[in-house]
């Protein structure tokens, strides 16, 4: 059985993600929950590097490569809307 680290990346990324969004969107937070879904999303990142070093086919090892840029972005974009709208206030 052949290990197939790009699909663990995805799905692992995915797990962690999931999480992340749903300590925001629902009225249950926990910051140890938050933790665990770090850790998974950053288990999922450290499985698409080995999937990328091992030169795996597919397009699946891109998935946790790619977020790992897109997601602080995206924090950092929500941060200047937010000073946006309070600095108008």
């Known amino acids: 059985m052949k290990k197939r680290f ?6 692992l990324s995915l797990l962690g993600i999931f999480i992340g969004v749903g300590q925001y969107l629902t009225s249950i937070y926990s910051s140890n929950i938050l933790y665990v879904g770090i850790i998974i999303y950053l288990v999922g990142f450290l499985c698409g590097v080995i999937a990328f070093g091992k030169h795996e086919k597919g397009l699946m090892k891109y998935f946790s490569l790619a977020s790992f840029v ?13 000073a946006m709208n309070f600095g108008e206030n």
Do not use: A
């Not at 897109?70 to 937010?82: R, S």
């Open 6 to 11: 790009s699909q663990y990346s995805l799905w």
């Open 70 to 82: 897109v997601i602080p972005l995206l924090i950092i974009l929500g941060m200047l809307f937010f």
